[in-house]
Every structure is written in C-alpha cells, then in structure tokens.
C-alpha cells in the first residue's frame, strides 16, 4: 500500500511523463479481475451479476477506500452513486480510473455469465501486434 500523498505524487509524474490526459481511462480498461486478487476470485465466482454487485458493496473499500459507493435498484433500472470520502489529488484520474475498470469488468462478467470469454480479461482492442507475441493470459 502507498499514502495518498504517494498516489498524488505517482500519479501526477504519470500524467505529466506521459502526457495522457486520458490515462485514468487507460489504467482502468487495464485492469482485470484477477489483479483484485480474493475480491475479484469471489466475483467471478459469482453466480449472478447481482451477487457479483453484492459482493462489491460489500468489499469494495478494501480496494477503493476513498469512495462511498450505494446502489438503488428500482424495478428494471439500477443506480449507482459513487461519493468522493477521502479528498484525492488528481480525483479525475481516480474517478475515470474506477469507471472504466467498472466498465470493462462488468462486460467480462456480463460475457462469462453468457458463456463467452473468461471473466477477467479486458476486452480485445483489435488483432494481436505481429510485433510481439500474444501472451500466453489470452
């Protein structure tokens, strides 16, 4: 773990070495959920995509402590509210990070629960580099 302080220095340096302004959107489409270690394996051991969402709001500071997550589910529509409860520098980063990491792993969710693609795994952004081999994870 690192100190908020040391995620603002991190992520500042990113930001300004890479020059990306949509690099929170890159790290979050990057994440997997085997990189969510014993959260992720319970997601995808979910047998529902609720019971995956259940099991989110039940541990999801133990990844994302500086938000308040809630959920209202009403008939066929679901609504989640997410709330800034740590103040962090760069909070753009972190937000963009955490909805596309929220994206992409609820689509890998969605594609396993309909027998498609292994849970986990970003989606593929086009064919394989023929500059380098496709790794073995795929």
Known sequence: ????????????????????????????RAVSLSHMGMLGLALMSSPTLGDAGAVVLRHYRALVPAFDLDVRVDADEAILSVREAIPLPHLRFSVETFFAALECQGRALIRDSRGGKAAGRPPRRGPPSRHRPQPRHW
Do not use: C
Not at 9 to 27: F, I, W, Y
């Open 1 to 28: 773990r690192i100190s908020y302080f040391q995620f603002g220095v991190l992520t500042r340096n990113a930001l300004k070495l890479t020059g990306n302004p949509a690099l929170g959107l890159d790290v979050g």
